[in-house]
């Protein structure tokens, strides 16, 4: 049921009724032998890497602080190792390929890598403490990544999350001729821009520079050129050499920049939204049962069925009979 993408199947009776009762067991499974588990890891790794990151040459630590540090790399240690377990039952319940296929299984395997990376070059490697940082500025990252996937197992968060990831869906196409939008008119600046080598400008201390039209944000020009059209689009308007060189073709470049990308396409972008709020949110109470399968179906090794149901043949689904004129209220 998990890849049916026909949400119209969610609504019949028999679906409802069964997702329902096997929901109730697998919840109450998923929950206390791997939610539980992941809460600790992460709040133990959030603390650690907020916290105690820190160079020992830089931060003087108290022998007690020295002991909660290492009592902490030891509790994430153990809870990386249950969680490699379970990640090895999971390839082992299925073919190598579906498995790094999974975006999920690849968001666990790098996030386990990373921490206990960053644990082990905190205590015995050269790297500087800098690297260190960023490394854990990437595996907390993650780590919070993870916590949406959790959110699925939730009634009451489960639907939004279906409604984050569907509008996601959309706007793949809204993405590729936005950033063709955005391609655009930076490399119209970019060449611009190579006119300003002998356009020199105070720049407020008595020293004079050129005065580029792409700001450096990340070092190379072409990069910066797409940065700044992004930047424009979210209304950051950096006009302040445009009347130093070429200013007619560089105000009627911003005059159509604003208003394709900033007013044209965005509100496009709103507009796509509000469509998949307007579908999810009609079929919302599909999109919870659809999450449910969803679950199901990747812990499914959580439960033997034969134990949980084995004395248990049918299932039954009562409904109330509407006369003629009756509301469906009870």
């Known amino acids: 049921m998990s890849e049916i993408d026909n949400d119209t199947f969610f609504t019949k009776p028999a679906v409802m009724a069964l997702v329902q009762v096997l929901w109730r067991v697998y919840y109450a499974k998923i929950y206390d032998r791997l939610f539980k588990p992941f809460c600790v890891y992460f709040f133990l790794v959030v603390i650690y890497f907020s916290f105690f990151l820190h160079d020992r040459s830089e931060k003087e630590v108290t022998t007690l602080e020295h002991l909660l540090i290492i009592g902490i790399q030891i509790s994430i240690l153990v809870c990386i190792i249950g ?14 390929c579906e498995y790094i296929s999974d975006f999920w299984n690849m968001t666990d395997v790098c996030s386990m890598i990373l921490n206990a990376t960053i644990i082990f070059l905190s205590n015995y490697g050269s790297v500087d403490f800098k690297t260190i940082r960023l490394i854990a500025s990437i595996a907390i990252f993650i780590i919070w990544l993870k916590m949406f996937f959790w959110m699925r197992l939730f009634e009451s968060t489960s639907g939004f999350i279906r409604m984050l990831t569907e509008t996601l869906l959309d706007i793949k196409v809204f993405m590729i ?8 008119f930076g490399n119209t600046t970019l060449i611009l821009n190579q006119n300003r080598y002998d356009v020199m400008v105070d720049d407020g201390s008595g020293e004079y520079e050129p005065a580029w039209l792409v700001g450096g944000h990340f070092g190379p020009a072409y990069v910066d050129a797409v940065v700044d059209q992004y930047m424009l689009g979210l209304g950051e308007f950096q006009m302040d050499y445009y009347n130093d060189g070429d200013s007619y073709i560089l105000w009627i470049l911003f005059i159509m920049s604003t208003f394709i990308t900033q007013i044209t396409f965005f509100n496009m972008l709103i507009a796509i939204m509000g469509d998949t709020f307007a579908r999810v949110s009609e079929g919302m109470e599909q999109a919870t049962i659809k999450e449910q399968v969803q679950m199901m179906n990747e812990h499914a090794w959580v439960l033997d069925l034969d134990e949980s149901f084995g004395d248990q043949r049918y299932i039954f689904s009562v409904e109330k009979q509407l006369g003629e004129g009756e509301s469906g209220a009870w």
Not at 83 to 89: M, Q
């Open 83 to 96: 969680f490699l377990g379970i990640e090895l039952i999971q390839l082992n319940n299925g073919s190598f």
């Open 177 to 184: 001729m936005l950033m063709l939008c955005l391609f655009m």
